[in-house]
């Protein structure tokens, strides 16, 4: 009788042992296809992402600075996709088995990913210089508006100084039948309008001004923004290719 309870009993540690190891070898094959999963997702999205990267590059305007900017902050701002991408495709875990084949392209990525982040560290200074760039031609574009602006009104003004009293009388007529009663003389219209011109020089110098200003805090907070982004991410690929020192050790 005791014999028997022995051999129950050792039945069933073998038993629940059995399940055990069954339980953990299930564990690992569900956690291995996880991880093919993440890596194939990140091949995908690297895919895409530099696709997109090479679109922007082909249309290609390298000599513009509005071009070399915008597209230097595009490249900024969809840098989580790279980031993404090479996550995914380097997170692996003790149990995998990596085949020759892409531990080779790991490595290539690895380096890859050393390229990408000095990169975005030397399109820093480019960028800025861009900004600056830009920067001087709206200034130009601003004063070459206000120039134009004040060549008609003094174009306009002298006009008015060389009419002769019936052209102003003529004015002055017009004036009155369109209900203006204020003005009585035709010097007093001539000086009148002369005035309404330089106001309005003014007016629009104030909005060119304005607009200028709104202009340059806008290019302003974006050089910040972007700069700061570039050299975080560069940092950030840097870092990536130092954690990944693995993939380029030859065993």
């Known amino acids: 009788m005791l014999k028997y309870r022995l051999w129950r009993l050792r039945q069933s540690f073998q038993s629940s042992s059995e399940k055990t190891l069954e339980s953990k070898r299930v564990s690992i094959a569900v956690e291995h296809q996880s991880t093919r999963i993440i890596n194939a997702i990140g091949y995908v999205i690297l895919f895409l992402i530099l696709l997109e990267y090479g679109f922007l590059v082909a249309s290609s ?5 509005s071009w070399a900017y915008n597209t230097a902050g595009q490249l900024i701002e969809q840098v989580w996709g790279l980031l993404l991408g090479f996550l995914l495709i380097f997170y692996r875990r003790d149990q995998d088995l990596i085949k020759p084949k892409e531990f080779k392209l790991l490595s290539f990525l690895s380096w890859f990913v050393l390229i990408v982040g000095i990169s975005y560290l030397l399109v820093t200074p ?8 830009l920067h001087r031609g709206g200034k130009a574009q601003i004063v070459s508006q206000a120039d134009l602006q004040n060549s008609q009104v003094q174009q306009y003004s002298q006009q008015l100084k060389q009419a002769t009293p019936e052209q102003l009388n003529i004015l002055l007529q017009e004036y009155q039948d369109a209900g203006n009663s204020d003005i009585a003389s035709a010097q007093q219209l001539k000086t009148k309008l002369i005035d309404e011109a330089k106001q309005k020089q003014a007016k629009v110098k104030k909005e060119l001004t304005s607009k200028f200003n709104r202009q340059t805090m806008t290019l302003v907070k974006t050089t910040v923004k972007w ?11 840097v870092f990536v290719w130092k954690c990944t020192e693995w993939t380029r050790v030859r065993y």
């Open 61 to 65: 305007q390298i000599f513009q600075p």
């Open 126 to 133: 480019d960028f800025i210089g861009n900004a600056f760039r």
């Open 227 to 237: 700069s700061i982004g570039a050299i975080v991410s560069g940092m950030c690929f």
